[in-house]
């Protein structure tokens, strides 16, 4: 069977231990006696941190550690978090401000960390956590999909994280001067919190000489990777793995600070540490997904073939690059563009904004979805603007059975397709 399978059946091994209660999640395999790990979180969206103090913290019952900012530095380890960006359409890549793992001088977002707390209880953690000094000087804040407003980082100016393109402007610009009809749809895609059943966490504990850092996500060797250069450790002293995982979408893929964290707490502590998020720290820190403007227009002949399409997106970030942010409305929404239609004509145009909200990353698809949506959306749109009917606006523009292998405006292949039969099953 190839790697998704070609119109094949595939059978599920794994739901019979699901069904019977005998999965292994985090929290089934975590070590008994295991510290617990509490992350102090910041309850404004944009601000500087003009006092902080954990010494009377530190001095309460049950605590073993709390890493901060400053103990990372002290620790020899960059307050770094990795990420891609994207060339913008003068050639400079985009924005890449430092986004921390801990918090040092300023916050960006509601539920940003600060500190972790180690303890032996995680109510001795919290009790901690109550007892750290905290004043921020807060500042306005920019939450709205828009370019200016306050700025979040002097790296990026009004505001705007990227400026990408694909397709030939000039050439779109002219079929739509001389079109016989043209359509226009602005359309929103709201942001999205994945919410899966098994929030994220994850434990560490020392193998030997080497550390493992087990949690709930997607994979591990990217989070290995990231792991040994923040953390500067080689090959052999760090190991990754997934159990069972209830839910992740997209969401649980990247890595995020408190992996690092609560591996460099066993690493300090010598003891094994737990760390779980709570329903609502999940929702205040687990990347979004979504959160677009889109203005999409078609032009047609006279026939309703579509003889181009322009695109404008002004994309959500967050407050920082998350690690395929900047990719995914630009990169991946392009790769699937046109869709299943005969287009070779397209413009494709995405800006992505900087706000003071948590972090936008993969969401069931990573941008393929939200580029369908708006292509089918705008279909819609212009079969009612046309008064022809919607199905017989797509049978006109279908790409070919006799065009297959089919190469796309904006490069992929397409190895075979009967479009038009499967939207004839539809009717019946």
């Known amino acids: 069977m190839s790697k998704f399978g070609i119109s094949q059946p595939v059978k599920r091994f794994e739901n019979s231990g699901f069904l019977t209660g005998v999965g292994k999640y985090l929290d089934d395999i975590t070590p008994n006696d295991a510290l617990f790990a509490f992350v102090l979180r910041s309850n404004i969206a944009h601000g500087k941190i003009i006092h902080f103090d954990t010494s009377s913290a530190k001095d309460s019952d049950g605590i073993h550690l709390i890493i901060t900012a400053k103990s990372l530095y002290e620790a020899g380890i960059v307050n770094e978090m990795d990420f891609d960006v994207v060339t913008n359409i003068n050639g400079s890549s985009g924005a890449a401000p430092v986004r921390p793992l801990l918090a040092e001088n300023k916050v960006r977002f509601v539920g940003e960390p600060i500190a972790m707390i180690i303890a032996e209880t995680i109510e001795q953690a919290k009790d901690a956590a109550e007892l750290i000094e905290l004043e921020f000087s807060e500042e306005s804040p920019h939450v709205r999909l828009s370019e200016g407003g306050p700025i979040i980082h002097s790296e990026a100016a009004n505001n705007v994280a990227y400026d990408w393109d694909v397709g030939d402007k000039e050439a779109v610009d002219k079929i739509f001067k001389e079109a016989k009809f043209t359509t226009k749809l602005d359309i929103y895609d709201n942001r999205i919190i994945a919410n899966s059943i098994e929030p994220r966490g994850c434990f560490a504990e020392t193998e030997g000489d080497r550390i493992h850092l087990c949690f709930s996500g997607q994979g591990v060797w990217k989070t290995k990777e990231a792991l040994q250069k923040v953390l500067k450790l080689n090959d052999k002293q760090i190991k990754v793995s997934n159990p069972d995982v209830g839910g992740g979408f997209g969401m649980k893929h990247p890595a995020y600070p408190e992996y690092f964290l609560v591996a460099q707490a066993t690493r300090e502590s010598g003891r094994s540490v737990r760390w779980q998020a709570e329903r609502t720290e999940s929702m205040l820190s ?100 046309l008064k022809i009917d919607p199905l017989e606006l797509r049978n006109r523009n279908f790409i070919p059975v006799h065009k297959f292998p089919y190469k796309t405006a904006t490069g992929e292949l397409y190895g075979v397709g009967e479009f038009s039969k499967i939207l004839s099953r539809t009717e019946t």
């Open 286 to 385: 687990d990347n979004s997904g979504r959160d677009l403007q889109t203005k999409a227009e078609l032009a047609f002949d006279e026939n309703y073939k579509i003889l181009g399409y322009r695109l404008f997106t002004l994309s959500n970030l967050g407050a920082y690059n998350s690690k395929m942010g900047q990719k995914i409305q630009s990169e991946l929404f392009s790769k699937v563009l046109m869709g299943t239609y005969d287009v070779q004509s397209i413009y494709y145009h995405n800006r992505g904004v900087f706000t003071n909200t948590t972090q936008f990353d993969a969401y069931r698809g990573a941008g393929r979805p939200e580029a369908i949506y708006v292509l089918e959306r705008a279909m819609d749109h212009a079969a009612r603007i």
